[in-house]
């Protein structure tokens, strides 16, 4: 099992600035993708971004030059910082870790972006 608890949400003026954290715990293996995924009301669960162990990266099109994800491997930590922040980025934000072999999500951190 693996145990993911994000932080860092909250409500904030168009044009301000969040970091998101999530802490894994549990069985871990070194090798493995943390991420951020967002779920808007009435919307579809969408890709936000996500990095390798490695230190991959990748965005999606709407957070890409805004948003960046980084990690601390010693610490289990993944993080999102999220500039530049528009109303319609207003969403539960979830933390993902993915490996071959498993795949665990977080609770969800609400951020809203007032205009």
């Known amino acids: 099992q693996v145990q993911l608890v994000e932080s860092g949400g909250g409500l904030v003026q168009a044009g301000g600035s969040l970091r998101l954290s999530c802490v894994a715990s549990g069985s871990i293996l070194s090798i493995n993708t943390m991420g951020w995924h967002r779920q808007a009301p009435g919307k579809q669960r969408e890709l936000v971004a996500t990095i390798t162990s490695r230190g991959g990266t990748n965005y999606s099109d709407s957070v890409k030059g805004r948003f960046t994800i980084s990690r601390d491997n010693a610490k289990n930590t993944v993080y999102l910082r999220m500039n530049s922040l528009e109303p319609e980025d207003t969403a539960s934000y979830y933390c993902?870790?993915?490996?071959?072999?498993?795949?665990?999500w977080g609770q969800g951190t609400q951020v809203t972006v007032s205009s």
């Open positions: 993902r870790y993915i490996t071959v072999i498993q795949d665990y």
